[in-house]
C-alpha cells in the first residue's frame, strides 16, 4: 500500500540536487612553510564519483508473529525509485531493534522472488512506535485543523514533492497485513529559534556559561566559552594555551597545503594574539578574545546509514559560532572573524539518535522559555554529552570536533574562509592544522576549461550528490582541491565556465563551494551567521516561516529561480528523527556537504 504523493510544480523538481556548502579555495604560490603531513581528507583518490546510497521509494512491513509489539519479526518490503533498482543491488537499513540488514531483490535471506523489484528481508518492526506516529498525526490535525500537514521530499535541500499526512486506519495494524511505512516529519512542532539556531541573547550572554571578553561579564570558565572548548578539546595531550596558539600563528606565515600557498596574514599579531593576556608567557585563556554568538544543531548532517559527508556519527553535528573581539580599538567590539566549532555528535544507534534528536525537540516544547534558566540548563546538558574530552575516544585527542572553520575580513581583504583539523599523528600530533576545504577546487581552476571539463565528466555525479573533489586533476600533478577560500566580491562570487553542459549541475557544484553558498548562489553577504548573531536571509527567511521559500535568481541562467527551504528540512528531519521508528530513516538523504 502506497500514499501518493503531490508532486510540486515542474519549476521546483528541477532543482534537486546538491543544495550545500563547503568551502572555497585559493592560488597557489612557492614558499612552503608549516607544511604538514595531509589528513584524511586531503588524501581522497583522484575520482570525483562516490557510490550513491539507493533512493527508497516506498516501504511496507507485514508482521509474521501474532501479537504486535515494539519488536515484531516481520517481512519487511521495499521499491526503490525510477532507474535505482538497475543500480543497486541491496538497501542496507536499521531495524528497529538495532539490526543491519540488507534488503535484496535476489530471492534469497528473505526475499520472496528474485527480480521483480521489491527489495525484502525479515528483521523486527516497533509496531507500537508506527500506530504512536498516527495517533500523532491525528492529535495534530484535530489541533490545527486549518493547518493541513504535508511531508516535504528534499534532495539536497531541493524539494522535489510533498504529499499529505494523512493517518492510516487503526484496523490496518494486524498480523499479515501490510502496513505502509512512510517518513513523518511534523515541521511546525518545531521552534527554529529553540531547537536548531540558538542566537537568543539571553543564552549566547547567559552569565553562568558565557563570558563576554569586552565587558569581562559572565564565568569565564563556563561550559560555553571558548575556553571551555579548547581545554576539553586539548584534553591531557597538549597544553590548552599552546593548542590554542599553535592552531593561531599559522596566520602568521605562509603555509602550503595540497600545493598551494596561503598567504600569511600578520595582522593575526597585531589584532589577537598581542593584546591576549597571558600568564607565565601562555595564553590566558578565561580571557579568550572570543565572544559566543551562535549555538547550532546539525541533525540533518546525520543519516542511519553511515555518516554524512562532514558528520561523524549518525546524530549529525553540534556547532558552536563565535566572535573574535576587538580590543586594540577605543571601544571594544566584535569584529567580523567567526570561529565555528564542528562537533561530529557521538551518538550512533538508533536509540541513541533518537533519544539525542527528543531532547532537542523538547526546547521547542510550550513549557521551555527560551533563555530561561530551566531551557539553558536543558541545552547545557546536551552540549556537554558532546565537546568534554573523552566523548570520542577513537578521534584524536579523544575529541568529538571534526573541524574548526573561520571566516573572516578583519585581518584583511578579502573574506577567507579556513578550515583546521586535529591531527591524529606526523608534526602536529594532537594539534589544529590548516587542511583542504572538501568539495572546493582552488580559486584560480574557476571560469576555466578544467572546470569545464571536470562538470561535465561528472555531472550525473553531481546530480545525484554522489561526488567528490579530487585533491588532483586533470592530471596527478596538478592540485585541484583548494585550501583557502576567498570571496573578493560580495555577493557576486560563484563558480561557472563557458561550456558547461548542465547548468543546474554548474549550480549545485557552486552551491557545494564555500563561496557559492556564502556569495551568489544564496544571495548571502559572506557570512549566514554574523559576528553579532544576526542571520543571512537564506536562514531567516525559514526561522520566521519553515514553509516560506527564499528565492534566489541563478546567476547564469537569470529566468531560473530558485527556492531554498532550509529551515524547513532541518525542522522536518528533527521531528521525524525524534518520534518515528528507526526503519523510517532508510527515507533519509544525507546531504552532500554540510555547511
Same mark, same amino acid.
Given at each position: 500500500?502506497?500514499?501518493?504523493?503531490?508532486?510540486?510544480?515542474?519549476?521546483?523538481?528541477?532543482?534537486?540536487?546538491?543544495?550545500?556548502?563547503?568551502?572555497?579555495?585559493?592560488?597557489?604560490?612557492?614558499?612552503?612553510?608549516?607544511?604538514?603531513?595531509?589528513?584524511a581528507?586531503?588524501?581522497?583518490?583522484?575520482t570525483?564519483?562516490?557510490?550513491? /546510497?539507493?533512493?527508497v521509494?516506498?516501504?511496507?512491513?507485514?508482521?509474521?508473529?501474532?501479537?504486535?509489539?515494539? /519488536?515484531?519479526? =516481520?517481512?519487511i518490503?521495499?521499491?526503490?525509485?525510477?532507474?535505482?533498482?538497475?543500480?543497486?543491488?541491496?538497501i542496507?537499513?536499521?531495524?528497529?531493534?538495532?539490526?543491519?540488514?540488507?534488503?535484496n531483490?535476489?530471492?534469497?535471506?528473505?526475499?520472496?522472488?528474485? @527480480?521483480?523489484?521489491?527489495?525484502?528481508? *525479515?528483521?523486527?518492526?516497533?509496531?507500537?512506535?508506527?500506530?504512536?506516529?498516527?495517533?500523532?498525526?491525528?492529535?495534530?490535525?484535530?489541533?490545527?485543523?486549518?493547518?493541513p500537514?504535508? #511531508?516535504?521530499t528534499?534532495?539536497?535541500?531541493?524539494?522535489?514533492?510533498?504529499?499529505?499526512l494523512?493517518?492510516?486506519?487503526?484496523?490496518i495494524? /494486524?498480523?499479515?497485513?501490510?502496513?505502509?511505512?512512510?517518513?513523518?516529519?511534523?515541521?511546525?512542532?518545531?521552534?527554529?529559534?529553540?531547537?536548531?539556531?540558538?542566537?537568543?541573547?539571553?543564552?549566547?550572554?547567559?552569565?553562568?556559561?558565557?563570558?563576554?571578553p569586552c565587558s569581562?561579564?559572565?564565568?569565564?570558565?563556563?561550559?560555553?566559552?571558548?575556553?571551555?572548548?579548547?581545554?576539553?578539546?586539548?584534553?591531557?595531550?597538549?597544553?590548552?594555551?599552546?593548542?590554542?596558539e599553535?592552531?593561531?600563528r599559522?596566520? %602568521?606565515?605562509n603555509?602550503?597545503?595540497?600545493?598551494w600557498?596561503?598567504?600569511?596574514?600578520?595582522?593575526?599579531?597585531?589584532?589577537?594574539?598581542?593584546?591576549?593576556?597571558?600568564? =607565565?608567557?601562555?595564553?590566558?585563556?578565561?580571557?579568550?578574545?572570543?565572544?559566543?554568538?551562535?549555538?547550532?544543531n546539525?541533525?540533518?548532517?546525520?543519516?542511519?546509514?553511515?555518516?554524512?559527508?562532514?558528520?561523524?556519527?549518525?546524530?549529525?553535528?553540534?556547532?558552536?559560532?563565535?566572535?573574535?573581539?576587538?580590543?586594540?580599538?577605543? %571601544?571594544?567590539?566584535?569584529?567580523?572573524?567567526?570561529? *565555528?566549532?564542528e562537533?561530529?555528535?557521538?551518538?550512533?544507534?538508533?536509540?541513541?539518535v533518537?533519544?539525542?534528536?527528543?531532547?532537542?525537540?523538547d526546547?521547542?516544547?510550550?513549557l521551555?522559555?527560551?533563555?530561561?534558566?530551566?531551557?539553558?540548563?536543558?541545552l547545557?546538558?546536551?552540549?556537554?554529552?558532546?565537546?568534554?574530552?573523552?566523548a570520542?575516544?577513537?578521534?584524536?585527542? @579523544?575529541?568529538?570536533i571534526n573541524?574548526?572553520?573561520?571566516?573572516?575580513?578583519?585581518?584583511?581583504?578579502?573574506?577567507?574562509l579556513?578550515?583546521?583539523?586535529?591531527?591524529?599523528?606526523?608534526?602536529?600530533?594532537?594539534?589544529?592544522?590548516?587542511?583542504?576545504?572538501?568539495?572546493? $577546487?582552488g580559486?584560480?581552476?574557476?571560469?576555466?576549461?578544467?572546470l569545464?571539463?571536470?562538470?561535465?565528466?561528472?555531472?550525473?555525479?553531481?546530480?545525484s550528490?554522489s561526488? %567528490?573533489?579530487?585533491?588532483?586533476?586533470?592530471?596527478?600533478s596538478?592540485?585541484?582541491?583548494?585550501? #583557502?577560500?576567498?570571496?573578493?566580491?560580495?555577493?557576486?562570487?560563484?563558480?561557472?565556465?563557458?561550456?558547461?553542459?548542465?547548468?543546474?549541475?554548474?549550480?549545485?557544484?557552486?552551491?557545494?563551494t564555500?563561496?557559492?553558498?556564502?556569495?551568489?548562489?544564496?544571495?548571502?553577504?559572506?557570512?549566514?551567521?554574523?559576528?553579532?548573531?544576526?542571520?543571512?536571509?537564506f536562514?531567516?527567511?525559514?526561522?520566521?516561516? $519553515?514553509s %516560506?521559500p527564499?528565492?534566489?535568481?541563478?546567476?547564469?541562467?537569470?529566468?531560473?529561480?530558485?527556492?531554498?527551504?532550509?529551515?524547513?528540512?532541518?525542522?522536518?528531519?528533527?521531528?521525524?528523527?525524534?518520534?518515528?521508528?528507526?526503519?523510517?530513516?532508510?527515507?533519509?538523504?544525507a546531504?552532500?556537504?554540510a555547511?
Amino acid at each position: 500500500m502506497k500514499q501518493s504523493d503531490k508532486k510540486v510544480p515542474g519549476m521546483l523538481r528541477a532543482w534537486s540536487g546538491v543544495f550545500a556548502a563547503s568551502l572555497l579555495a585559493g592560488c597557489g604560490g612557492a614558499e612552503n612553510v608549516l607544511s604538514e603531513e595531509p589528513s584524511a581528507v586531503a588524501v581522497q583518490a583522484q575520482t570525483a564519483e562516490v557510490p550513491a /546510497k539507493p533512493i527508497v521509494e516506498s516501504m511496507e512491513a507485514i508482521a509474521l508473529d501474532s501479537v504486535l509489539t515494539a /519488536k515484531t519479526r =516481520s517481512l519487511i518490503r521495499a521499491r526503490l525509485a525510477d532507474g535505482q533498482a538497475q543500480v543497486h543491488q541491496q538497501i542496507p537499513v536499521v531495524s528497529d531493534s538495532g539490526q543491519q540488514l540488507a534488503l535484496n531483490d535476489r530471492g534469497v535471506d528473505g526475499d520472496e522472488k528474485a @527480480g521483480d523489484g521489491v527489495f525484502s528481508a *525479515i528483521g523486527d518492526v516497533d509496531f507500537v512506535a508506527l500506530q504512536a506516529t498516527q495517533a500523532r498525526i491525528r492529535e495534530f490535525q484535530e489541533r490545527n485543523p486549518q493547518t493541513p500537514l504535508t #511531508f516535504a521530499t528534499f534532495d539536497n535541500r531541493a524539494l522535489v514533492a510533498e504529499r499529505a499526512l494523512t493517518p492510516l486506519p487503526a484496523d490496518i495494524f /494486524k498480523p499479515g497485513v501490510p502496513v505502509p511505512i512512510t517518513p513523518v516529519g511534523i515541521s511546525f512542532a518545531v521552534k527554529p529559534a529553540n531547537s536548531l539556531i540558538i542566537n537568543h541573547p539571553s543564552v549566547i550572554n547567559d552569565p553562568t556559561r558565557t563570558y563576554d571578553p569586552c565587558s569581562n561579564a559572565g564565568n569565564p570558565n563556563g561550559v560555553w566559552t571558548f575556553n571551555h572548548l579548547m581545554r576539553e578539546m586539548a584534553n591531557t595531550y597538549v597544553s590548552p594555551p599552546a593548542l590554542t596558539e599553535h592552531w593561531l600563528r599559522q596566520w %602568521t606565515v605562509n603555509q602550503n597545503i595540497n600545493g598551494w600557498t596561503v598567504p600569511a596574514r600578520p595582522s593575526m599579531n597585531a589584532f589577537i594574539l598581542s593584546p591576549w593576556p597571558r600568564v =607565565s608567557g601562555a595564553l590566558d585563556l578565561t580571557r579568550s578574545p572570543f565572544k559566543l554568538v551562535a549555538i547550532v544543531n546539525r541533525l540533518d548532517l546525520g543519516d542511519n546509514r553511515g555518516p554524512a559527508a562532514y558528520a561523524s556519527g549518525n546524530a549529525g553535528e553540534l556547532r558552536f559560532v563565535f566572535a573574535a573581539v576587538d580590543r586594540t580599538a577605543t %571601544t571594544c567590539a566584535v569584529r567580523p572573524f567567526l570561529v *565555528i566549532f564542528e562537533y561530529g555528535v557521538p551518538h550512533a544507534s538508533c536509540a541513541a539518535v533518537q533519544t539525542w534528536a527528543q531532547q532537542w525537540l523538547d526546547l521547542s516544547s510550550p513549557l521551555m522559555v527560551l533563555g530561561s534558566p530551566t531551557y539553558n540548563a536543558a541545552l547545557a546538558n546536551l552540549t556537554q554529552q558532546v565537546v568534554t574530552r573523552n566523548a570520542s575516544p577513537r578521534k584524536p585527542n @579523544g575529541s568529538a570536533i571534526n573541524q574548526i572553520r573561520t571566516n573572516e575580513e578583519w585581518l584583511t581583504r578579502p573574506w577567507e574562509l579556513r578550515e583546521f583539523h586535529l591531527m591524529a599523528s606526523g608534526a602536529s600530533a594532537n594539534r589544529l592544522q590548516g587542511q583542504p576545504t572538501v568539495l572546493t $577546487p582552488g580559486d584560480s581552476h574557476n571560469n576555466t576549461t578544467v572546470l569545464r571539463d571536470f562538470v561535465n565528466a561528472n555531472t550525473a555525479a553531481i546530480l545525484s550528490g554522489s561526488y %567528490t573533489v579530487p585533491t588532483t586533476y586533470p592530471t596527478a600533478s596538478t592540485p585541484f582541491l583548494g585550501a #583557502f577560500p576567498w570571496i573578493p566580491t560580495v555577493p557576486g562570487a560563484f563558480w561557472r565556465a563557458t561550456g558547461i553542459a548542465n547548468n543546474d549541475a554548474r549550480h549545485q557544484f557552486s552551491l557545494n563551494t564555500c563561496n557559492g553558498c556564502h556569495a551568489r548562489e544564496t544571495n548571502t553577504g559572506f557570512m549566514h551567521i554574523n559576528q553579532h548573531g544576526g542571520l543571512s536571509p537564506f536562514l531567516a527567511t525559514g526561522m520566521a516561516s $519553515p514553509s %516560506t521559500p527564499y528565492w534566489v535568481q541563478d546567476p547564469v541562467v537569470t529566468s531560473v529561480n530558485r527556492p531554498f527551504f532550509e529551515i524547513r528540512m532541518r525542522a522536518q528531519n528533527l521531528d521525524s528523527v525524534a518520534n518515528q521508528a528507526c526503519l523510517s530513516r532508510a527515507f533519509d538523504r544525507a546531504i552532500t556537504a554540510a555547511h
